[in-house]
């Protein structure tokens, strides 16, 4: 193959089209959930070269967890910001349950992801394996 | 040939048989053949016997397991819990290598399949998330993997002998299989369900096994492959994901390998997945109803079974999250023929008379709670929120017994990240793996397609007809794996159109013709023996490059796949 830089630069590219592209195949598989058009519509913007990582990240949940406790209260919405940011469009989400909601939908989509991938690299590795001993 | 060393002694004969006429056949025909291996050979050898059942296992989802359910299914799942019993260690390592000879050593000698079972949780935990290295990775995959089929394996007993009516026999499954069980999958949920089922003594613990047991086969039967239309297989195919989806929770953080069954209480068994089958359905429904009518008779009337009924109803009106099926009309049914649960809008009504649930999303009032409106829109949301966080909890393993909504919230934005950590890792790691694939996309969709049934099934086409774009939107729109397993851009003649790949990587094709060639050949045979999602991979491939790939493939002498690279 290339050179090492050559080839790490070539890997991480491949590796961001894969990720991404799983991304997509993930997303489309999951319509019509709020996070799965948020990663399409992230993907677009990143293709056609527009890094808006910014686009609603003003919309913070406001409102509260019905726990009584101030300090709790405020630990409790900072996970919560934490879990919008995770979650793709989970900064335009404003109740907890839609979040948690896209959240739980989201979680199983990335496990299914996973698992799909996985057994990918499993069956190339075994490839790959078999390739090498011959 | 080059098969035979690959197998070696373990390989059934017959298989082997099979497997070296399917590389010579010249016709896509015979792929089924092999697929399709009758799983109800003659007994064996120990290690054969493994790999017929298993090879039967994942065979025989396409044909067999429709005829008839509950007996087939029963007796899979009896050799499945010999599969559990045996040594799924090397069975699995059998899986991922058998070809290669570091695995021979578990492969002979599966003394222990207690101790590697659960040891072997912990080293595919520590090794998966590591440098994106191929060797390293490889020795820990079959290792990560194992739990995952063992998992898989051994969820199968359960739902095999799981029958329309038999809810009791069901739990009369439960203590037959306690000691397979707990072997195979030590630190994972099924434990604990096991041990509560086989202890005997706490009821709601069984019956949030059964819950589970109960969620998971909706699970299983909402996500039907297409390939074979058939319960059976999607059953399959789904526990084996649903095992490995879990075992990928796992594989990367070992603290949340904890047990999650044992919640008899407000466990949401319609997932969010409800079965599409019909068939399948009223399965789901009849067993459920039983769950309900002995949730209610053992489960001590708090608060909880309010939740749990709140739930049920209000997911008849909640269509975002569940898709609206007949279970939601069962529960409806069976909610008001209990008559337990109703009420409507709490704006007049504030006492615990149960009545039947309308549309509206109806709370029971609590004693000592106050009962204006705003409290009780209030409390409404609030346990709307505590519901869905207990369903988020039933997804991240290992948080049944976090307390509390912050630590839970932690739990589940530590998950979170790892799950796309881990993503993120896999395809560095399936970038390493194959430097000819470009994008996943279309066939983690198709992965999805299997899990998920019908439901890309309008993407599907469009994508394939996407396929004459140029490259660089090719990416993004075609397949990316199976174009290049399928198009040979120097034979294009014989190909369908539909695969063309673009003059971007036509250079390096011919060496990858042959690589992909000997990977198609591969493919057909590891297909019998991986894991579902493998052998869906396989049958994706296999579906969609029948006749042309293989007459193009097999076309040429299998000396051509000595070495490359």
């Known amino acids: 193959m290339d050179t090492d830089g050559k080839a790490d630069a070539g890997l991480l590219e491949r590796s961001r089209r894969i990720k ?33 990582t910014t686009t609603t990240r003003a919309a913070v949940e406001v409102e509260k967890l019905g726990v009584e406790d101030e300090p709790e209260e405020k ?11 995770l979650v793709p469009g989970g900064e335009e989400i404003m109740e907890a349950e839609r979040l948690f909601e896209e959240t739980a939908d989201y979680i199983e989509a990335l496990q299914e992801q996973v698992s799909a991938m996985r057994a990918l690299a499993c069956l190339l590795h075994g490839f790959q394996r078999t390739r090498g001993g011959s | 040939m080059e098969n035979d060393a690959f197998w070696g002694s373990n390989w059934h004969s017959t298989v082997a048989k099979r497997a070296t006429s399917m590389s ?12 399709n291996l009758d799983w109800k050979q003659p007994p064996m050898s120990n290690d054969a016997d493994l790999e017929t059942a298993l090879s039967s296992l994942v065979s025989s989802q396409s044909s067999h397991l429709a005829a008839s359910d509950g007996a087939e299914m029963r007796a899979l799942g009896g050799r499945l819990g010999t599969i559990c019993n045996s040594g799924e260690i090397s069975l699995v390592a059998q899986l991922h290598s058998a070809h290669s000879s570091c695995y021979s050593t578990p492969l002979n000698s599966p003394p222990k399949p207690n101790h590697s079972a659960r040891d072997h949780p912990v080293q595919g935990r520590g090794g998966f998330p590591g440098p994106a290295n191929p060797s390293p990775g490889g020795q820990f995959m079959p290792l990560s993997a194992d739990p995952w089929f063992a998992e898989g394996a051994a969820r199968l007993p359960r739902g095999g002998g799981m029958s329309s009516s038999s809810f009791a026999g069901q739990l009369g499954l439960l203590p037959e299989t306690p000691g397979k069980l707990s072997r195979a999958s030590s630190g994972k949920s099924l434990t604990g369900s096991r041990m509560g089922a086989t202890e005997n003594g706490n009821e709601s613990q069984v019956l949030g096994a059964a819950l589970m047991e109960m969620e998971m086969r909706s699970r299983f039967r909402a996500s039907l492959t297409s390939e074979a239309s058939e319960p059976g297989n999607g059953r399959e195919e789904s526990s084996i994901e649903e095992a490995s989806s879990l075992r990928g929770a ?39 109803l039983l769950l309900l009518n002995s949730l209610q008779f053992h489960i001590c009337k708090t608060g909880e079974l309010q939740i749990f009924q709140v739930q049920m109803t209000e997911e008849n009106s909640d269509a975002k999250r569940y898709k609206p099926g007949e279970i939601n009309a069962v529960v409806k049914m069976e909610t008001e023929q209990n008559g337990d649960v109703g009420g409507e809008p709490r704006k007049e009504d504030d006492d615990k008379v149960p009545e039947p649930p309308k549309d509206y999303i109806h709370v029971r009032a609590r004693r000592g709670q106050a009962t204006d409106a705003h409290s009780l829109a209030e409390r409404v949301r609030r346990e709307k929120i505590s519901k869905r966080m207990k369903f988020l909890q039933d997804l991240v393993p290992g948080c049944n017994k976090v307390t509390g909504k912050a630590v839970m919230l932690d739990e589940i934005i530590n998950y979170v990240q790892s ?22 996309d279309n066939l983690i969709l198709k992965q999805m397609y299997q899990e998920h049934g019908t439901m890309l099934q309008p993407v599907y086409p469009s994508e394939m007809a996407s396929a004459q774009y140029p490259y660089p939107l090719q990416g993004i729109e075609t397949s990316g794996l199976e174009s290049q397993l399928v198009n040979p851009p120097s034979r294009t003649v014989q190909l369908p159109p539909l695969y063309g790949l673009s003059d971007a990587t036509s250079q390096a094709s011919s060496m990858n013709y042959k690589s992909l060639t000997k990977r198609v050949l591969l493919l057909s045979q590891l297909g019998d023996f991986c894991e579902d999602d493998l052998q869906s991979v396989a049958q994706i491939v296999f579906r969609h490059n029948q006749e042309t790939a293989f007459s193009a493939s097999f076309s040429r002498p299998n000396a051509s796949k000595s070495d490359e690279n």
């Open chain 1, 20 to 52: 991404t592209a799983a991304e997509l195949g993930l997303a489309r598989s999951s319509r019509g959930r709020h996070w799965s058009r948020a990663l399409l519509l992230r993907r677009r913007l990143l293709i056609s070269k527009e890094e808006t």
């Open chain 1, 75 to 85: 630990m409790l919405q900072a996970r919560v910001r934490t879990l919008q940011r």
């Open chain 2, 24 to 35: 010579s056949a010249a016709a896509g025909q015979s792929l089924p053949c092999l697929l």
């Open chain 2, 250 to 288: 796992s594989d990367s953080n070992a603290r949340k390998r904890k047990a999650v069954a044992g919640k008899g209480k407000g466990k949401e068994a319609p997932s969010l997945y409800s079965a599409t089958n019909p068939a399948n359905v009223r399965l789901n429904s009849l067993s459920f």
């Open chain 2, 419 to 440: 799950l796309q950590r881990q993503v993120e890792f896999l395809s560095m790691k399936l970038a390493t793996l194959n430097p000819q694939l470009n994008n996943m």
